[in-house]
C-alpha cells in the first residue's frame, strides 16, 4: 500500500514539475481568423509548442480580441504581453524608420517589397531593440488599393470624401488626396461604411473580402499602391529568459513562417481580388489620369520622409535601389 502511495506521489510530482516548467505565452494580434498574417501566426505558435515538446505554449489572441490594435506596441514593450503583432506603419509616430512601407509607389511589386524590406530590415530591427522588443518576422499585405461607392478617375472624385486612415502615412495620404482623414481599425470598417463615418479607403484586397465589402461598396480600383507589413515581436526581456534552444526553435519558426509569408500572399491578392468581383464589386484598372496624380504624390512623400529624420532614411533608400 505504501509503494503504490509513493509511486502516486512520484508521479503526481512529477506532473506537477512538468507544469510548473510549462510557459504560457500571450500572443494579441489585430486581425480575424480568415486573414493569412493570423493563419501564419497560428502556425507559428503550434510549431513552436511542438519542437519545444510543449514546454513553450503561445496563445493567439486574434481579432483584437485581448488588446486593441493601437496598444499593442505598448503591450509588448512593458510586458504586458510576451509577444505580439503589430501593423509596421501604425508605429511611424515612435520612429520614420516604421513608415517605409506606407510611402505610396515606393514598392508596388511583391518583389520590390521584398527588396525593400531587406533594406529597412537593420534599421527596423534596431530601433525595435532600443524600445525593448525582439523582431521575429513580417507577414505582407496583398497591395493596397482604392475602394469607393461610385468609379473614380481622377482625384477630383474623391475630393471632400471621408478616407479611412489607419497609420500616419495613411493620414497624410488622405489630406494630400484632399480627403478628410478619420481612423478607423478593421473590425470596424463595416459599420464605419454603413453609418457614414467613411465614404472611401485604400487597403488590401484580403480586408475587403473579409468586411464583405460587396454589403456597402461598389468599386475597387486597383492602384496598388504599396505593401504593407505586419510585424511580429516579443517582449526582449522576456526572449533572453528563455534558453538557447527555446530561441533557436522560435527563430527557426519564425523564418519559416516570414517565408510562408512571402509566397502565400502573392496568392491570397490573387484568391481575393477575384471574390470581389465575384460578389458584385466592379475591379477595375486605374486610368492613367489617376496614376499620375497619386505618383506625384507618392513622389511627396517620399520627399517629406526623407526630411523627418537623419541617416536611417537614407540608408534605407539607398540600399533599397542598389
Not at 514539475?17 to 486573414?35: E, R
Not at 488588446?67 to 510576451?82: C, D, F, L, N, S
Not at 536611417?312 to 533599397?320: A, G, K, M, P, R
Amino acid at each position: 500500500m505504501i509503494k503504490h502511495s509513493l509511486s502516486a506521489i512520484a508521479l503526481l510530482s512529477g506532473l506537477l514539475a512538468t507544469t510548473v516548467s510549462a510557459a504560457q505565452w500571450h500572443m494579441p494580434t489585430p486581425y480575424g481568423d480568415a486573414n493569412l498574417p493570423t493563419k501564419i501566426a497560428y502556425q507559428f505558435a503550434q510549431e513552436i509548442k511542438a519542437n519545444t515538446g510543449g514546454e513553450l505554449d503561445i496563445k493567439v489572441h486574434s481579432g483584437a480580441s485581448l488588446i486593441k490594435h493601437p496598444e499593442i506596441p505598448r503591450a509588448v514593450r512593458t510586458g504586458q504581453v510576451q509577444m505580439g503583432e503589430i501593423f509596421i506603419g501604425i508605429m511611424g509616430n515612435t520612429h520614420p524608420v516604421f513608415k517605409h512601407d506606407n510611402i505610396p509607389f515606393l514598392a508596388t511589386s511583391y518583389d520590390d517589397a521584398e527588396r525593400l524590406w531587406a533594406a529597412a530590415k537593420p534599421e527596423v530591427e534596431k530601433q525595435l531593440a532600443k524600445e525593448g522588443m525582439t523582431l521575429l518576422y513580417t507577414v505582407a499585405w496583398p497591395a493596397q488599393s482604392l475602394y469607393t461607392k461610385a468609379p473614380v478617375t481622377n482625384l477630383a472624385d474623391l475630393k471632400g470624401l471621408k478616407m479611412r486612415a489607419y497609420s500616419p502615412s495613411t493620414s497624410r495620404l488622405a489630406v494630400l488626396m484632399d480627403t478628410t482623414p478619420t481612423t478607423v481599425q478593421v473590425p470596424e470598417i463595416p459599420q464605419a461604411f454603413s453609418t457614414g463615418i467613411i465614404d472611401a479607403m485604400i487597403t488590401s484586397p484580403s480586408t475587403g473580402v473579409n468586411g464583405q465589402a460587396w454589403d456597402y461598396l461598389s468599386d475597387f480600383t486597383d492602384v496598388r499602391a504599396w505593401i504593407p507589413k505586419n510585424v511580429v515581436v516579443a517582449n526582449s526581456k522576456s526572449f533572453k529568459r528563455l534558453d538557447k534552444k527555446t530561441q533557436q526553435v522560435i527563430r527557426d519558426a519564425a523564418a519559416k513562417a516570414e517565408a510562408e509569408g512571402w509566397k502565400k500572399v502573392r496568392i491570397q491578392a490573387k484568391k481575393d481580388t477575384k471574390a470581389l468581383a465575384e460578389n458584385g464589386i466592379k475591379v477595375s484598372q486605374p486610368s492613367p489620369e489617376l496614376m499620375s496624380e497619386l505618383s506625384i504624390i507618392g513622389e511627396v512623400m517620399v520627399k517629406e520622409w526623407q526630411q523627418e529624420s537623419g541617416p536611417e532614411i537614407t540608408d534605407i533608400l539607398n540600399n533599397y535601389a542598389q
